[in-house]
């Protein structure tokens, strides 16, 4: 237990520690790339000037995730009762991911405007398909014997979807839930590229093009910091709803 | 309370016949098993029964209500204890009265307690042991509120020694509370030592070929699978289904 969670801790502080050295000793210049404790002075002293970019990037990812789930969840579970449909339009699902964000953010800006719209779009479109994907393969997956024994005992459809179906999905709806999280900040960022007034997107775009490298990595920082909250979170609710597996496996 | 008929029961899959005009009958009560070789259709009689295949010809009745091709009627253990992983014990025996009332946990806990499971109500499935989760399935299928219960090879995936201790379990708890039940197996002592009559089933298509009214008085203990009497009529039978492999 004190191996697994110090493990990944050390490599992390050695490959700060070899990047700090490397910079004073190549007196690489901090405009091309600062060393850590620049970075980490600069997050610490700046605080007041950019925490309000933080909250509203928060915002935005939690509104977008939400909506992201729902319509995942949406789409899976009718894709799973109406399995013609799914024949239909599972490659329409898979081809939506293959539209790249970058092109496709501008166009959005050109329908929706400059609004919220667009940028819960570009959200929604790379939280949902995790989500979606992970469900209809959990329902799909659930125990043909079980199915057999409720169609035995005299269960409706109804009665096998809520009772078998969906508890049977939950640990895969949780897989499609981690990744959609860690998903829905990156969304979030480049949403904001497109024109907001705040957030983590913004205040990194600003510091690329005035040459604040170091403002830069500060908001690398915060996205990965609020990519492992997200995470965390999942995980803390994941612990919560499903502990037979835990014991299943004593 | 409940007797079950099965008359002219004829099923086949495209070409194959796999039930040809089968009569069976389940009296009040009564402790029946249906034992045959494999792939004697044993489980496509459970299916038609259980409504999720309707008969080509025939016809079902439970209690002289037609049941033929009616999901529900029955209720049902099947092959494997088939208990959901995310309930607990308590939870999972509960299940079957569930889908058509709201389940009675008290009476539950009891049943469980009197199955030797009460320690464990509140444990996942994958916490006990083979024969503890075979009682727990037995359990859910008391608890069904239908009266008429099938038990499809319920353990022929226990070892031998689990096997005789489930036995003797079931028996016990079958002659409290009496309900009919319909038993399928292959196991030649197992049938005659738990039933009132077994029926032999010949294979495809498999009909009833004998019906062999087991004589001895209950309650049944182990010993009597060592009597002459029970060693006779196991002859009787091992020599009949003999018949059916010679052919």
């Known amino acids: ?250 | 309370m409940s007797t079950l008929q099965i008359s002219q029961l004829s099923k086949s899959f495209n070409s194959d016949i796999i039930l040809d005009q089968l009569n069976l009958k389940v009296n009040e009560g009564e402790f029946v098993s249906l034992l045959g070789p494999s792939g004697s259709g044993k489980s496509t009689i459970f299916h038609l029964i259980g409504g999720l295949y309707t008969p080509d010809n025939g016809k079902i009745t439970l209690n002289e209500k037609d049941i033929t091709g009616q999901k529900g009627s029955i209720s049902y253990m099947p092959q494997s204890p088939s208990l959901f992983p995310w309930r607990t014990v308590l939870e999972n025996v509960v299940l079957a009265q569930e889908l058509f009332e709201k389940p009675d946990k008290q009476k539950a806990i009891k049943m469980l307690e009197r199955a030797g499971l009460g320690e464990y109500i509140n444990r996942y499935p994958a916490q006990l042991s083979g024969g503890m989760r075979q009682r727990a399935a037995f359990v859910r299928s008391l608890l069904s509120p239908q009266s008429m219960i099938c038990l499809d090879e319920p353990f022929s995936a226990l070892d031998e020694f689990t096997r005789l201790d489930m036995q003797k379990w079931l028996l016990s708890i079958w002659e409290e509370e009496r309900p009919s039940v319909l038993f399928v197996t292959h196991n030649i002592e197992e049938a005659i030592y738990l039933s009132d009559r077994v029926l032999i089933l010949g294979v495809r298509p498999a009909s009833v070929i004998q019906e062999i009214t087991i004589p001895f008085e209950r309650p049944r203990t182990e010993s009597l699978t060592l009597t002459p009497d029970f060693l006779q009529i196991k002859k009787s039978i091992f020599q009949t289904l003999r018949g059916i492999d010679n052919d």
């Open chain 1, 1 to 250: 237990m004190i191996t697994k969670f110090w493990l990944p801790i050390s490599v992390i502080l050695i490959i700060i520690l070899i990047w700090e050295l490397s910079a004073t000793f190549f007196a690489i210049p901090d405009w091309i790339l600062p060393a850590p404790t620049v970075i980490f002075a600069e997050a610490v002293s700046s605080w007041p000037n950019y925490q309000h970019h933080i909250f509203a990037t928060i915002h935005l990812t939690i509104y977008g995730f939400v909506l992201g789930l729902m319509i995942g969840l949406i789409i899976a579970i009718t894709l799973h009762l109406i399995p013609r449909l799914r024949e239909a339009l599972y490659p329409l699902l898979i081809m939506s991911q293959n539209i790249p964000i970058i092109v496709l953010a501008p166009l959005l800006v050109i329908w929706f405007g400059f609004g919220i719209t667009p940028k819960l779009l570009i959200i929604i479109l790379v939280c949902f398909f995790p989500i979606a994907v992970a469900t209809i393969d959990g329902l799909k997956q659930t125990n043909p014997e079980l199915i057999h024994y409720m169609k035995m005992a005299g269960a409706t459809k109804k009665q096998i979807f809520i009772k078998l179906e969906l508890p049977h999905a939950l640990p895969s709806i949780f897989s499609g839930l981690k990744i959609s999280a860690t998903y829905s900040v990156m969304g979030a960022v480049i949403s904001e590229w497109l024109g907001a007034n705040q957030g983590i997107g913004v205040y990194m775009t600003l510091a690329s093009s005035s040459f604040r490298t170091d403002r830069v990595f500060v908001a690398i920082l915060f996205i990965m910091i609020l990519c492992l909250l997200f995470f965390g979170i999942i995980i803390g609710l994941e612990k919560m709803l499903i502990k037979w597996r835990k014991d299943g496996n004593e």
